[in-house]
């Protein structure tokens, strides 16, 4: 059995992403370790400190459908972030001994960098009415850019884009915009448009958010809220291994420079199903694509037929293909009849199946999905009080472990004691 921590920001209500993502993850290892899950509250102020009049409600319904979900108090303790401050202690002190390179090279500060630069300019060249085709491009895109010759085009499609931004984004001497232009240039786009765009980026407020300090330490801030356990490991997906790497460095140059007071911690690699939002696109709240734990069955059905389908089928004879189409991804993971699955693929690709009939059955197995936890966030809700106790016990008890912690790091820091 290992000392297991793992956190959670509070941003709502749970989707399907988190619970396939996270929650389902949880609900087994709460049976096998002794873990400790927290509501990560002081992260969610990173690149949202602006907006905190919401923050206690997320906080809230999080807690409910973590407990909906049937995270059990009884199995695994429950506690949130800032009613532990000792974690701030420890994220101060670690922050003395950590290279700040070490964080500027992090791979996911980098990537948000990325996408919000993206989606901006995607937003503007939209804004302009440039046509940014959805469909994937149908050559390569070094192919596409020999042929690209400014004249004829004038739509560039959306995997273009992404990959120009990708190259000038992602290279050794910092963001690339003169590339940026000279490529969207190349594909068609007005050039007084890209200028414009370049220049936004260049000088203006996107990514301002997170250019604080706060948001380029958060790693450290990760680190102490798992070391301050001394948690022998985190459950993580692919992505998020630099960060366990940062934390095991952290570690290893605290215990060098001091005592061999915390362990390095394992990543434990969760294999999570992928499911993207209605649209395609990931599923996200801000792309307003998800499907809520808590929704309602009307919810659901209407979100189900909004869903997008196999692009080329458009008509309802046409034959279709299950393996580009995001109904049957949630299918895959819903529909947990075998045979009916079989049967699905099978009449889709021969159009003996129509797409809202798909669609029904979808919606079908999602909402007996949903309902017991549903029902479960209901009997929470009128109640809230009562449940929400165990994650002020949990916060009482987690105090005492890290007070007892942080006693053991000041000593072999010899700091003042008072
Ligand atoms: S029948 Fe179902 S799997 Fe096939 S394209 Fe339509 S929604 Fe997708």
Same mark, same amino acid.
């Given at each position: 059995m290992k000392k297991i921590v793992s956190g959670m920001r509070p941003t709502g209500k749970l989707h399907l992403g988190h619970y396939l993502g996270v929650i389902k993850n949880w609900l087994k290892l709460q049976d096998e370790h002794d873990c400790y899950f927290f509501v990560a509250d002081w992260h969610a102020l990173t690149n949202k400190y602006k907006n905190t009049e919401d923050l206690k409600e997320n906080i809230k319904q999080m807690i409910i459908d973590w407990l909906a979900c049937g995270i059990d108090p009884k199995k695994a303790t429950l506690f949130v972030q800032s009613g532990v401050k000792q974690h701030s202690e420890l994220a101060l002190l670690f922050s003395m001994i950590t290279p700040k390179s070490w964080l500027e090279l992090n791979p996911s500060y980098k990537d948000l960098k990325f996408n919000l630069f993206y989606q901006y300019l995607r937003d503007f060249l939209l804004g302009k009415q440039v046509k940014i085709n959805q469909? =994937? =491009? =149908? @050559?390569s895109f070094d192919e596409a850019l020999e042929k690209a010759t400014g004249k004829q085009k004038n739509k560039i499609f959306e995997e273009y884009l992404r990959e120009a931004f990708h190259r000038a984004f992602y290279n050794q001497k910092g963001i690339n915009f003169e590339y940026l232009k000279e490529v969207l240039i190349k594909f068609g786009i007005n050039k007084k448009i890209v200028e414009e765009a370049i220049d936004n980026l260049e000088k203006? *407020?996107?990514g301002k958010d997170i250019d604080t300090l706060g948001f380029l330490a958060y790693p450290v801030l990760q680190a102490a809220d798992i070391l301050i356990y001394k948690a022998e490991g985190v459950p993580v997906g692919e992505d998020q291994l630099p960060h366990i790497e940062l934390t095991r460095e952290i570690a290893r140059r605290f215990n060098n420079l001091y *005592? @061999?007071?915390f362990p390095e911690p394992e990543a434990i690699l969760t294999e999570a199903a992928k499911l993207p939002g209605i649209d395609g696109r990931k599923m996200s709240k801000s792309y307003n694509n998800a499907i809520y734990l808590s929704d309602s069955e009307e919810e659901v059905n209407k979100k189900t037929m909004q869903m997008k389908t196999d692009p080329q089928r458009i008509r309802r004879t046409d034959p279709g293909n299950p393996d580009v189409c995001i109904v049957y991804d949630y299918h895959k993971i819903f529909t947990k009849d075998e045979n009916l699955l079989k049967d699905i693929d099978q009449k889709c690709r021969t159009a003996e199946i129509g797409c809202t009939d798909c669609k029904k059955i979808l919606a079908e197995n999602l909402n007996k999905f949903l309902e017991p936890i549903r029902d479960k966030r209901k009997e929470i809700e009128k109640d809230y009080e009562k449940y929400e106790k165990f994650f002020i016990e949990g916060t009482l008890r987690c105090r005492e472990i890290a007070e007892s912690n942080m006693k053991e790091v000041r000593k072999a820091m010899r700091l003042y004691e008072i």
């Open positions: 469909a =994937p =491009p =149908p @050559e203006g *407020d996107v *005592d @061999e007071i």
